[in-house]
Every structure is written in C-alpha cells, then in structure tokens.
C-alpha cells in the first residue's frame, strides 16, 4: 500500500495493530457508557484480539508529519465518524483516500472510528490474549 501512496506523497502511519484481550477489557471498564461504542464489547471481543484491525493514518513525506484528519486519533466525538461532513475539505479529502486505499486492500473502515479498519477475512481469526511480553 506504501507503494501506491508514495507517488501521491504520503505513506502508512500505523499506531495499533494486534491487542491482547485483557487490554479490551480494561477499555471497556474504564470507558463511561454513553462512549462506549468507541470500544470492543469484551463478551464478543475486538478484532484487534484477532489480529485483524488496524488504526492508521496517513504520513506526508515532504512535510515529515502526520497529516491533518477531520478528528483526531481515538477522539469519541463524532468528528471520527468516516462519514463527519465536517473540518477542512482537504482533511476530508485525505480521510477518503485512506479509506479508498485500505478498501481495496482487504479492509473494512469501521462506522465511528475513520482510522479503524478491519481486514475482511477476521472471521477466520480466533481471539488472542497473549501478552505483549509473551510474543517473539
Ligand atoms: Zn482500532
């Protein structure tokens, strides 16, 4: 995916990929109710458990800085809905090729979250709660 971004001067800035278990939980404890569709149900797991989520953005080379999204990075407003009509159309526009990208990858942006996405095939994925110290 770097390759088809480079040419239009951006790459892959990737902040979370797999999460043991525990770690959903704990967010969802610590998460207040009326937020909490910005975190995994523990009873069903995240797909982040499964190895099969991803929360990135978009870098731009020239700048050397991540860019400017609508929202912030796991801000629970609704400025991180992939759908927020809001910020600058530039920000907007950056927001979609992310997603444009990730979709033809394989991914699946997720309806709060525009930096969310999950790979199209975590059905086949079972939920892990390996510590981070724990893997090689
Ligand atoms: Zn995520």
């Known amino acids: 995916m770097n390759k088809e971004l480079r040419p239009l001067g951006y790459r892959l800035l990737i902040f979370d990929g797999y999460r043991p278990w525990s770690v959903t939980k704990l967010f969802w404890d610590i998460t207040p109710a009326d937020k909490k569709k910005f975190v995994a ?3 069903e797991g995240s797909k982040h458990n ?3 989520a991803i929360d990135l953005s ?8 991540e860019v400017a999204m609508p929202g912030e990075y ?3 407003t609704e400025r991180s809905y992939p759908d927020y009509k809001g910020g600058t159309e530039k920000q907007r526009k950056l927001r979609d090729l ?3 990208k990730m979709e033809d ?4 942006v997720y309806k709060f979250e525009w930096w969310h996405f999950d790979f199209n095939d975590w059905k086949s994925y079972r939920i892990g709660n390996i510590s981070f110290k724990k893997i090689k």
């Open 58 to 65: 978009l870098f731009e080379i020239s700048k050397d800085r």
């Open 105 to 108: 990858n394989g991914f699946k």
């Open 41 to 43: 149900d523990p009873k």
């Open 98 to 100: 992310l997603k444009e």
């Open 74 to 76: 796991d801000e629970m």
């Open 50 to 52: 499964r190895g099969c």
